[in-house]
Nanobody
């Protein structure tokens, strides 16, 4: 059974950095496309980035491009989200989601529908406040 667990959220000040983790069990991370979504109160869930295992490459939303970076540690079956220069619009619950690379997804899979992803983590809260 595919399971995802996010961690690393917390309270930081504007301009600070934070690294989130998405640890996977029950599957091989390299065989899955992994996306990070976020949802702020009163807003729709937004795709932040996606590491596309089928097409290759990592794709970022315009709102985080240049500030957020994703990386995989396949040995640890974990994906990381490094968030730098956090801004007042970044606070949200951050979720990771996975879909098998056997499933054809849009190249920029962070634009995909939530229901296209097979598994979701429980989320981790990021708060940015001075």
């Amino acid at each position: 059974q595919v399971q995802l667990v996010e961690s690393g959220g917390g309270l930081v000040q504007p301009g600070d950095s934070l690294r989130l983790s998405c640890a996977g069990t029950g599957f091989t991370l390299g065989d899955y496309s992994i996306a990070w979504f976020r949802q702020a109160p009163g807003k729709e869930r937004e795709g932040v980035l996606c590491s596309n295992a089928r097409e290759g490459g990592t794709y970022y939303s315009d709102s985080v491009k240049g500030r957020f970076t994703a990386s995989r540690d396949n040995a640890k079956n974990t994906m990381f989200l490094q968030m730098n220069n956090l801004e007042p619009d970044d606070p949200a619950v951050y979720y990771c989601a996975a879909v098998s690379k056997a499933v054809r997804m849009p190249v920029e899979c962070q634009r995909s529908r939530e229901r296209d992803f097979e598994s979701w983590g429980q989320g981790t809260q990021v708060t940015v406040s001075s």
